[in-house]
């Protein structure tokens, strides 16, 4: 065996011991986060997470204390690296973490990595992007919890609302039955916490996200019934922010929100097609949307294709706004 595979193996040695005393480490930290909710179970009392203490007790009781730097030692446990198969401490604590028990222990320990090592922080929300993203989004996760998760990654410039691979909000809103009250909440949260851009923003390498969150909606919902629910999402999301009605689609097939409104909203006798109408193209500027070239087209003009889908509803709005100046 040469030196440099000597020395590799010595490694692979190294590593093996050090993996196995992480999981000896989180299966004791594990033990003593059930023990504190069993005690607070028993005394009918929302458990007090003491993570510090616990922490502390359990790396001590592992021969970890003293002459390691904190932030490694807290790093060394919480983190995973390629040569585990998992971390059971983080899926104790992280994944699904809907139910009200589990809800508040994912608050606190985040609330507790987050004192200790904000990169720790991030990695987590990174790792377990998929279960994060569906939980917080879900009904029974509740708003003011939600409100300091969204707080914690838009500091932490996390992944969680705003990430090019995975949008779960653009997801939801590209599926009608999805669409609830509770949605629409977390939305104007989200937007609240993120401002503008959230809204002008088309995730570059989802393949299920290829419009701004208006767009999506106008593409995909049912916009003939006098749905009040979805009356009210696309009142948020034309109003919000009108800058994103003009914002053309990743994908061939569509354009921008204009063009979504010409395209689905042509029955004069259609009270919902009416005030979409009128909502959407009060915001269409002359020279720029109805005489400008639709995005993704290279050549065809708004009017011209108001005029190509016969969409008398639309050619009567844009007679109203600017019949002095054009011509029909």
Not at 169 to 183: K, Q
Not at 256 to 281: G, K, L, Y
Request: glycine fraction near 4%.
């Amino acid at each position: 065996m040469t030196g440099v595979e000597t020395v590799q193996r010595m490694k692979t040695l190294f590593e093996l011991v050090q993996d196995s005393n992480k999981c000896s480490i989180r299966n004791d930290l594990i033990m003593g986060i059930k023990l504190q909710e069993r005690l607070c179970r028993k005394s009918r009392k929302q458990t007090v997470y003491d993570f510090p203490s616990l922490f502390s007790g359990t790396l001590y009781a592992n021969g970890q204390d003293g002459g390691v730097d904190l932030f490694d030692v807290y790093s060394y446990v919480l983190c995973q690296s390629a040569t585990e198969s998992g971390n059971t401490l983080l899926r104790h604590c992280v994944s699904s973490c809907v139910n009200d028990r589990r809800q508040h222990r994912f608050m606190e320990f985040m609330r507790f990595v987050l004192s200790v090592n904000r990169q720790t922080a991030l990695d987590i929300f990174t790792a377990y992007l998929t279960y994060l993203q569906t939980d917080v989004m879900d009904k029974d996760f509740s708003m003011t919890n939600l409100r300091t998760v969204v707080k914690w990654d838009h500091m932490l410039k996390g992944p969680l609302f705003w990430n090019n691979q995975d949008s779960h909000m653009h997801y939801v809103l590209g599926r009608r039955t999805l669409i609830t009250a509770s949605v629409l909440q977390r939305l104007r949260l989200v937007v609240s916490v993120y401002g503008d851009d959230y809204l002008t923003w088309i995730p570059t390498r989802d393949a299920y996200a290829a419009d701004t969150l208006v767009n999506i909606v106008l593409h995909s919902a049912d916009l003939s019934c006098e749905d009040p629910l979805m009356r009210e999402v696309l009142d948020f999301l034309i109003h919000a922010c009108p800058a994103a009605l003009r914002i053309s689609s990743r994908s061939p097939l569509r354009h921008d929100a204009f063009s979504a409104v010409i395209q689905r909203c042509d029955c004069p006798q259609n009270p919902q097609h009416q005030w979409i109408v009128q909502n959407v193209m009060q915001y269409a500027d002359l020279e720029r949307d109805i005489l400008g070239v639709v995005p993704g087209t290279n050549h065809l003009l708004l009017l011209d294709m108001v005029k190509r889908a016969s969409n008398v509803l639309v050619l009567q709005f844009i007679a109203r706004k600017f019949g002095e100046n054009i011509t029909l």
